[in-house]
């Protein structure tokens, strides 16, 4: 086994032989760096090598590889295994090396996530050796075996993508209203939604008065009517047609308010209220198991202008935006300025199909039509307000609420079925491996030799004919008047 060279950073250049490093042994496209100095020549690496990675992360480069780029350096963390390719198969070595990585980690030093094989356990390490013949058996039924396997994985790792498009299709669908047209013609009585529009303008007035009375009689400022607020004047972008039943409005006639967190960066501390940012809302799910804290006190000031409660939609609008979520937690919390908050008018616009249609490509074109900011996208609260909002009867809402709902959970069963699949088929190759280095994946040569009335030669004697080729390539190497060095051979 050949050690490595140790290259400095100062011996780096564009030009030379190419620096063969860990990360150009499991992603070809890796960049190279080059060194055009005088390298001794028992440092090359011919394309064919056999090359061992004793130093990484488990899971990538750690391991064995066959070298199949252009001439190129050895590089520190890596090491040449030279073999007597008559008596071993090169792919079956591989084989054989990587089916111990699992004793190599557990003897391995190094930092947490990293392993760290040193030259001498990996010489003292063992390797099952059957004869010739039954290696290169091996080799071509794993490799027959492993093709399928691969192009099983390959397959596999397009459903995610097939399933977001699943969902979005989904939400598309039911926006438009083609996901419950059949649902609507079997209706005989349903509120016009002229009806359920006057009835939110209603609704909406009504709040704001209440509100304005409480404002009165505790001294405090009168609220803003949000039904002033100022209009956007950017044009709307061509939308799908909708069902003629349907109606189109901006999200602030459908909403009690619309306003976002503090501007202001507040002062965290271990304790206190949760504080949630763009990075806790998602579509459909706020994640609250990695929050910031803030004081009950400054909780109170952001509140006075932004205060969440159930069945508000948060809406990202900074950054990552058109994230929508309906507010479903039980316990009080801020908003910083990245996250938008809607209160719909839930008896009329319920909080379940606003989210649907917030989530949904039908609002998305809009926020990316709208989006400014150089380098960080934004979204103003006055282009929010003027989205445009499909709008069907509030039974016809649930009907919607109730289809998406029923389909997503078939879109989640598959995912957790794809999750399980993948974690088999992860498997599956140390399986086989474990099946081949037991002798069970194809007929050992002293099998064979039964079936076919001939003699065979066992592994031992291929083993002392390695021990012997190798004793003698030492002390033809050996340099004289220096007494050979013992060697002993593990196969």
């Not at 390797?127 to 192009?151: D, G, M, T």
């Not at 006057?198 to 404002?215: D, F, N, S, Y």
């Not at 616009?349 to 039908?362: H, K, M, R, W």
Request: aromatic residues 8%; proline residues 6%.
């Amino acid at each position: 086994m050949r050690d490595w060279y140790p290259f400095k950073p100062s011996q780096w250049k564009e030009q030379g032989r190419p620096i063969i490093r860990i990360q150009n042994l499991n992603n070809p496209n890796a960049a190279f760096n080059r060194c055009p100095d005088h390298i001794p020549d028992k440092y090359l690496v011919q394309n064919g090598a056999l090359l061992f990675a004793w130093s990484g992360t488990p899971g990538t480069s750690f391991g064995a590889h066959i070298w199949s780029g252009e001439t190129g350096w050895l590089n520190q963390h890596i090491f040449r295994v030279d073999f007597d390719d008559g008596q071993l198969d090169k792919k079956f070595l591989r084989l054989a090396i990587n089916i111990n990585l699992q004793d190599y980690i557990e003897q391995a030093h190094g930092g947490v996530g990293l392993a760290h094989v040193t030259k001498t356990k990996f010489d003292a390490s063992s390797l099952r050796l059957p004869p010739l013949a039954e290696q290169q058996r091996i080799v071509a039924k794993v490799e027959e075996i492993l093709a399928h396997v691969n192009s099983a994985d390959a397959r596999l790792t397009k459903v995610p993508a097939v399933l977001k498009r699943f969902r979005r299709a989904v939400l598309v669908a039911a926006c438009s209203g083609r996901l419950t047209a059949e649902w609507r013609e079997a209706q005989k009585h349903i509120e016009p939604v002229e009806t359920l529009y006057e009835r939110i303008q209603t609704l909406r007035a009504e709040r704001h008065k209440k509100e304005t009375a409480t404002a009165i009689r505790e001294g405090r400022r009168k609220p803003n009517d949000p039904r002033n607020s100022e209009k956007a004047d950017k044009p709307v972008i061509e939308l799908p047609e909708l069902p003629s039943e349907w109606g189109l409005y901006t999200l602030q006639d459908l909403s009690y308010l619309i306003t976002d967190g503090t501007h202001k960066t507040p002062k965290y501390r271990e304790r206190g209220v949760a504080f949630l940012s763009v990075k806790n809302v998602r579509p459909f799910k706020i994640l609250d198991a990695d929050v910031k804290r803030i004081s009950q006190e400054e909780h109170e000031e952001i509140n006075g202008r932004c205060n969440p409660e159930v069945g508000d939609i948060l809406y990202t609008k900074v950054g990552t935006f058109g994230y929508a979520a309906v507010n479903r937690l039980s316990y009080p919390f801020s908003l910083f300025v990245s996250v938008a908050l809607i209160k719909p008018v839930q008896e009329c616009f319920t909080p379940e199909y606003a989210g649907i249609v917030l989530n949904s490509d039908f609002v998305y074109a809009q926020a990316v039509d709208r989006v400014s900011g150089s380098g960080v996208p934004d979204l103003h609260l006055l282009e929010i307000r003027d989205f445009r909002i499909p709008l069907p009867s509030v039974e016809e809402q649930n009907e919607i609420v109730r289809r998406v709902r029923t389909l997503f959970q078939l879109a989640d069963a598959v995912d957790l079925r794809l999750a399980e699949t993948i974690r088999r088929v992860d498997k599956l190759t140390q399986s086989i491996l474990a099946k081949a280095f037991r002798g069970e994946l194809v007929p050992t040569e002293a099998e064979l030799a039964r079936r076919e009335g001939r003699e065979y030669e066992p592994a031992s004697v291929l083993l002392e004919r390695i021990r012997r080729t190798r004793a003698e390539a030492t002390d033809s190497s050996a340099k004289p008047r220096r007494k050979s060095r013992k060697v002993s051979a593990h196969v």
